[in-house]
């Protein structure tokens, strides 16, 4: 049970996985078709210090008693920064593109399969299915952000935290809002918020800053962080009008 493609990794990527993997492997035998990570860890943005290392396994089929003796693994893994895997099977990678367009998108577009058969690059999704989350998310989040801020009772940290993780959720989001104009998603994060603000009119600052200020582990700095929460409270308005256009 070779594992392959280890030289694309950072380095430090490469050192956390590739034996959790190999354990996974021994504990699963045949049942594992297919292993890959996507997500950050293999981005510009990947972060020592704040970045999670995303998993999937691929199974052959998945029942309790495989849940169950991947457990103590798990638990090493996530001292490691190594969320609980995926665990998912082919059937279901295709029976459910159409319910998790973005996500699925995001794992084709950015993944490196280090064990075997190169299953996510074959993920197909509708350009009707992506709209539909890409506005489902959106107003979702206009929704619970608002609710977050009431709840916060002028919390300043409270807010502060409230925006970087907002948009950091939203990144996906814009990404697929991009793919819906037909524009070439950026290899960085920092570039999509740009290039989001300037295909739909946003105003990219206020995305830019909030981004940095989360990179860098720093407060919200030159501004209020009322005003800043009611300009990027705006600019997700926009985006909820924008996107029944698209």
Do not use: W
Request: proline share 3%.
């Amino acid at each position: 049970m070779k594992l392959k493609n280890l030289e694309t990794l950072p380095d430090v990527v490469r050192n956390r996985v590739s034996g959790y993997v190999e354990e996974m492997l021994s504990i699963h035998g045949d049942k594992i078709i297919s292993v890959a990570l996507y997500g950050s860890a293999l981005g510009k943005d990947f972060s020592k210090k704040t970045s999670d290392i995303n998993i999937a396994v691929i199974f052959s089929e998945i029942g309790f008693s495989d849940l169950k003796k991947s457990q103590k693994l798990i638990s090493k893994g996530i001292k490691k920064k190594i969320p609980s895997p995926l665990f998912l099977t082919k059937p279901y990678i295709e029976s459910s593109a159409d319910v998790f367009p973005i996500e699925f998108l995001e794992m084709k577009e950015n993944h490196a399969t280090i064990y075997g058969d190169d299953i996510l690059s074959g993920i197909e999704v509708s350009k009707e299915n992506l709209r539909f989350e890409c506005e489902s998310q959106i107003k979702g989040k206009l929704i619970r952000i608002r609710q977050a801020y009431l709840e916060m009772g002028g919390n300043k940290k409270g807010i502060e935290r409230l925006l970087k993780e907002s948009l950091n959720s939203l990144i996906p989001v814009f990404k697929g809002l991009l793919r819906l104009k037909g524009i070439a998603s950026p290899s960085s994060k920092e570039e999509i918020l740009k290039e989001t603000a300037k295909t739909f009119g946003c105003e990219g600052d206020v995305f830019v800053k909030i981004f940095q200020d989360r990179q860098n582990n720093e407060r919200i700095s030159g501004k209020d962080i009322e005003s800043f929460f009611e300009m990027y409270l705006s600019q997700l308005q926009g985006l909820a009008e924008i996107i029944n256009e698209i």
